[in-house]
């Protein structure tokens, strides 16, 4: 079983950034999608950045592409997005969600296990 949490939220001014961290605990993160999705009330949930279980494939959507960066470090158990040149179209309550999938690619669908999210908000 593993169980995740979402760290790093809060409320940051336009063209700021933040780093957001997703800490797994109860089993190693070895063999692991990680994916990043957000979601605004109301409006569907959006996968924003996944990386491979290996960490050398990443996907990015057109939305954060160029801005946003996911990496991981296994042994820290820990998958970090850093976002840059923020905007008030990225707030949202971000998630980190996983999926046991030890090949070399990473989607946004097919989660196991799901963390309790993180609000992010881009306002001046």
């Known amino acids: 079983q593993l169980q995740l949490v979402e760290s790093g939220g809060g409320l940051v001014q336009p063209g700021g950034s933040l780093r957001l961290s997703c800490a797994a605990s109860?089993?190693?993160?070895?063999?692991?999608?990680i994916s990043w999705f957000r979601q605004v009330p109301g409006k569907e949930r959006e996968g924003i950045a996944c990386?491979?279980?290996?960490?050398?494939?990443?996907d990015y959507a057109s939305s954060v592409k160029g801005r946003f960066t996911i990496a991981r470090d296994n042994a820290k158990k820990t998958v970090n997005l850093q976002m840059n040149s923020l905007k008030p179209e990225d707030t949202a309550i971000y998630y980190c969600?996983?999926?046991?999938?030890?090949?070399?690619?990473?989607?946004?669908?097919?989660?196991?296990?799901w963390g309790k999210g993180t609000l992010v908000t881009v306002s001046e």
């Open positions: 109860g089993s190693i993160l070895d063999g692991y999608a």
């Open positions: 990386i491979s279980s290996s960490g050398d494939i990443t």
């Open positions: 969600a996983a999926e046991r999938r030890p090949v070399r690619s990473c989607r946004y669908y097919g989660m196991d296990y």
